[in-house]
């Protein structure tokens, strides 16, 4: 099983497809990678070398964020519009939906399980 970047990658699904198990890398990203290092896209991960494997991580830490590091920089972001007191951060520090999504029936995922509000019974 190669190691790339922190992760486990699946030996028996192509090369093309076992690099998005990696945070930060999209279907693109890894065809962009495999193509600048010469590697056949229909290569299994089982049938790389040592070489190809290095050759791919060393090309992974040179141009992208990923793992770790990605996951980092995207929660400072999000810390610094909470700093801000934008409204995207308002809406991220209360736990509603950000992108303008409304809120009057649903947004469940972001609020949570519903709380019920009004008198008890009597």
């Given at each position: 099983m190669?190691r790339?970047?922190g992760?486990?990658?699946?030996?028996?699904?192509?090369i093309?497809?076992a690099?998005?198990?990696?945070?930060?890398?999209?279907?693109?990203?890894?065809r962009?990678?495999?193509?600048?290092?010469n590697?056949?896209l229909?290569?299994?991960?089982?049938?790389l070398?040592?070489?190809e494997?290095s050759l791919i991580?060393?090309?992974i830490?040179?141009?992208?964020?990923?793992?770790g590091?990605?996951?980092?920089k995207v929660?400072?972001d999000i810390?610094?519009?909470?700093?801000?007191?934008?409204y995207?951060g308002l809406?991220h520090?209360?736990?509603?939906?950000?992108?303008?999504?409304?809120?009057?029936n649903?947004?469940r995922?972001?609020?949570g399980?519903r709380k019920?509000v009004?008198?008890?019974s009597k």
């Amino acid at each position: 099983m190669a190691r790339i970047a922190g992760v486990d990658l699946p030996k028996k699904k192509r090369i093309e497809y076992a690099l998005t198990y990696i945070y930060g890398i999209g279907l693109k990203t890894s065809r962009d990678i495999l193509s600048a290092v010469n590697i056949s896209l229909d290569k299994r991960v089982q049938e790389l070398s040592e070489d190809e494997v290095s050759l791919i991580s060393k090309k992974i830490q040179e141009s992208y964020a990923v793992e770790g590091d990605l996951r980092k920089k995207v929660t400072m972001d999000i810390k610094a519009l909470m700093d801000l007191g934008s409204y995207r951060g308002l809406r991220h520090r209360k736990g509603l939906p950000v992108r303008g999504q409304t809120t009057k029936n649903n947004a469940r995922t972001r609020k949570g399980k519903r709380k019920t509000v009004g008198s008890a019974s009597k």
